[in-house]
């Protein structure tokens, strides 16, 4: 079982940054995929960025060239570093993990409890 605590959300202006961090535990092995989702009130949950182990990234067209995704395999974590803010990406923000058990790709999902986003106008 993976847990995935979250930092680094918070109260920023427009145009800001900041920077989340999700650190994973309970596995001794390097987690397949890391990233972020985020959700908005009144709206579904999306994709905000993906990493896998090998450094292949997923990104939101809404995100491209404003936020940046990375992470430390020997410690499972992530970090989501959030430029040129909009009010738009007001949001709470979770730690998304998944592991994959087999070439079919099975596998489990994880998520953290969230983190608050909110971007002031």
């Known amino acids: 079982q993976v847990q995935l605590v979250e930092s680094g959300g918070g109260l920023v202006q427009a145009g800001g940054s900041l920077r989340l961090s999700c650190a994973g535990s309970?596995?001794?092995?390097?987690?397949?995929?890391m990233g972020w989702f985020r959700q908005a009130p009144g709206n579904q949950r999306e994709l905000v960025a993906t990493m896998r182990d090998g450094g292949t990234t997923n990104y939101a067209d809404s995100v491209k060239g404003r936020f940046s995704i990375s992470r430390d395999n020997a410690k499972n974590t992530v970090y989501l570093q959030m430029n040129s803010l909009k009010p738009e990406d007001t949001a709470v923000y979770y730690c998304?993990?998944?592991?994959?058990?087999?070439?079919?790709?099975?596998?489990?999902?994880?998520w953290g409890q969230g983190t608050q986003v909110t971007v002031s106008s």
């Open positions: 309970g596995t001794r092995f390097s987690i397949d995929v």
């Open positions: 998304y993990a998944r592991r994959i058990f087999n070439v079919e790709g099975s596998g489990a999902d994880y």
